[in-house]
């Protein structure tokens, strides 16, 4: 049965008309417009008591983090049939957003409202910004989606350290019965977080593990609420949609919206070109392989096609260095600073090394003890161990597309004996290379590249000397312009960043 939505109902005034209990620790939900959140609302909607609220939801946040990519799909889906409900029943909905690029710019609260009318699409500085001027696409880092922590979790972590300061609150969050595995890290994470803050800063809390209900009960129960099946809710280009939604659904889901496709196609295709490796899916393949292999995406990657012609192009120098890392022997036994390295520090033991030159006791006990072994022999030693790659992306040419290409050919015609022209084999992009191939490390590389503009120039500070110091080279090209000027660090005044609350005239938000 759907919920009434426009006037509050008899059920309601019952709630209403409970005894006043006394005032719990407020309720935090997050948001993400998907099934298992929405489903959570649906259900507190239903009986706020049974959930541990207040018969009116006064203690009740619901909280909304915009990334900027959402596909306008599930934008529609919660304006036209969740947030009539939220009206009705008046419950508190905040949404907020990164306020730019830099921690130090923030957090903006882009609506907070009881009579919220559309959810945002995007604020000032969306996931996309970031990609693209980046030249990436969503990445793991130490197994976390980076993207998450920047764009939800840090967010919403901020904005609930200046609404609740010190008090205690509720965090409720959608897993369902199928990922009890996924909450119980959660919860361990959260009492670190506890312990380490010498407070509880927050409970969380999981109603659909408590009702049991797995991801097909939680997709039929907002239908049976809300009269239409609920789309999966995931950014545009989100690689781990093998968690969020199935291949086939994600494509007939482009294939839908063949404009917000074609804006994903080109951000993996200026990463690729900057990176052969960084393709939406690593070394799983590209979107746009995947894409390739059914008929029906025809029209989608024409429409990508359609794009490339018609974007402004620039042709990127990029170069890159991966020099030599530490091993974990290394950090274990030396430390964090290694000033007599050994053999291992920068080059794996092999097993059999391990297994043969143990340190043992005096009864033939292995001892936990540093290595010995002096890597005499060559069947100790394994590979090499790779440090932090530094990469530098300099603009040097812009241009349509044509001609940005007919640079980067006409640069390895031109000098045949010093560059060599390779297409990419995943992307078929064609680069110069223009240093030598080398193997081993430390590992430097050097090509031009041409693909759509937009990519910020960028380099850590040290890169030229790095680069000279290990190729002897300097940079072929001259950039087009001055690498941007580090912003100066605002000093922090302690406490979580600031949080900013966006101007509104009217229905609109001005966010910038
Ligand atoms: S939906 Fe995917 S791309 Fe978007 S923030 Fe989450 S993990 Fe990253
Ligand atoms: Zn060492
Ligand atoms: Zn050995």
């Given at each position: 049965?759907?919920?009434?939505a ?5 059920v ?26 929405t ?12 959930h ?6 006064s ?5 909304h ?18 947030l ?8 508190r ?16 609260v882009?609506?907070?409202s ?11 500085w969306r ?23 920047r764009f ?12 609740f300061g010190?008090?205690?609150f ?14 119980l890290k959660d ?10 803050a ?12 408590r ?6 009960a ?5 239908l ?29 889901r ?14 993996e295709?200026i990463?690729?070109?900057l990176?052969?490796?960084m393709?939406l ?23 990508f ?12 120098e990029?170069r ?7 091993t974990?022997?290394?950090?274990r036994?030396h ?7 050994k ?6 033991r092999?097993?059999?090394?391990r ?15 540093e290595?010995?072994c002096?890597g005499?022999d060559k ?8 440090g ?38 995943t ?6 290379h ?5 193997e081993g ?6 090509f ?12 850590r500070p ?9 190729t002897?080279?300097r940079?072929?090209?001259r ?6 000027k ?13 949080l ?7 229905n ?5």
């Amino acid at each position: 049965m759907p919920l009434p939505a426009r006037t509050r109902t008899a059920v309601h005034a019952a709630r209403l008309a409970r005894p006043a209990v006394r005032r719990k620790r407020p309720t935090v939900l997050t948001w993400g417009l998907g099934a298992d959140s929405t489903a959570e609302i649906l259900m507190f909607l239903n009986d706020p008591v049974a959930h541990g609220l207040e018969p009116d939801m006064s203690d009740l946040v619901i909280v909304h983090a915009v990334t900027g990519d959402e596909f306008s799909d599930s934008l529609s889906f919660a304006d036209r049939l969740v947030l009539p409900l939220l009206r009705a029943w008046r419950v508190r909905l905040v949404q907020v957003c990164r306020g730019g690029p830099r921690d130090a710019d923030g957090v903006l609260v882009l609506d907070d409202s009881r009579a919220p009318r559309r959810i945002h699409a995007a604020g000032p500085w969306r996931l996309s910004d970031e990609l693209r001027t980046a030249g990436t696409v969503p990445m793991l880092a130490s197994g976390q989606r980076r993207c998450s922590i920047r764009f939800k979790g840090w967010v919403l972590d901020t904005w609930a350290a200046h609404e609740f300061g010190t008090e205690t609150f509720r965090r409720v969050i959608g897993y369902h019965a199928d990922e009890t595995g996924r909450a119980l890290k959660d919860s361990a994470i959260q009492d670190e977080l506890n312990t380490a803050a010498g407070r509880i800063i927050c409970e969380p809390d999981y109603p659909l593990i408590r009702a049991g209900m797995a991801r097909a009960a939680v997709e039929r129960y907002v239908l049976d609420n809300l009269g239409e099946m609920i789309l999966k809710s995931h950014c545009t280009m989100c690689p781990f949609t093998g968690v969020c939604s199935s291949r086939d659904l994600y494509e007939e889901r482009l294939r839908a919206h063949p404009a917000e496709a074609a804006r994903v196609l080109r951000m993996e295709y200026i990463s690729l070109a900057l990176n052969e490796r960084m393709s939406l899916y690593g070394p799983s393949g590209s979107l746009h392989q995947r894409l390739a292999e059914d008929g029906r995406n025809r029209p989608v990657l024409d429409a990508f096609q359609a794009d490339l012609e018609q974007t402004p192009y620039a042709v990127y120098e990029v170069r890159r260095i991966t020099g030599l890392g530490r091993t974990k022997d290394c950090r274990r036994w030396h430390g964090k600073d290694c000033t007599e390295p050994k053999w291992w520090c920068t080059q794996q033991r092999k097993p059999r090394c391990r297994r043969v030159h143990v340190i043992v006791d005096q009864d033939g006990a292995p001892v936990d003890a540093e290595p010995h072994c002096l890597g005499d022999d060559k069947r100790c030693r394994g590979a090499q161990q790779k440090g932090p790659t530094w990469r530098s992306v300099r603009t040097v040419y812009e241009a349509p597309r044509e001609r940005a290409e007919g640079f980067v050919t006409r640069f390895a015609e031109r000098y045949p004996e010093r560059a060599r022209l390779v297409a990419g084999e995943t992307s078929g992009i064609r680069r110069a290379h223009y240093l030598p191939e080398s193997e081993g490390l430390p590992h430097a590389e050097a090509f031009i590249v041409a693909a759509p503009a937009g990519v910020a120039d960028k380099q850590r500070p040290g890169f030229e000397e790095r680069w000279t110091e290990h190729t002897g080279a300097r940079p072929v090209f001259r950039p087009l312009r001055d690498l941007p000027k580090p912003a100066p660090r605002r000093r922090s005044a302690g406490g979580p960043a600031p949080l900013h609350r966006a101007k509104a005239a009217g229905n609109v938000a001005l966010t910038a």
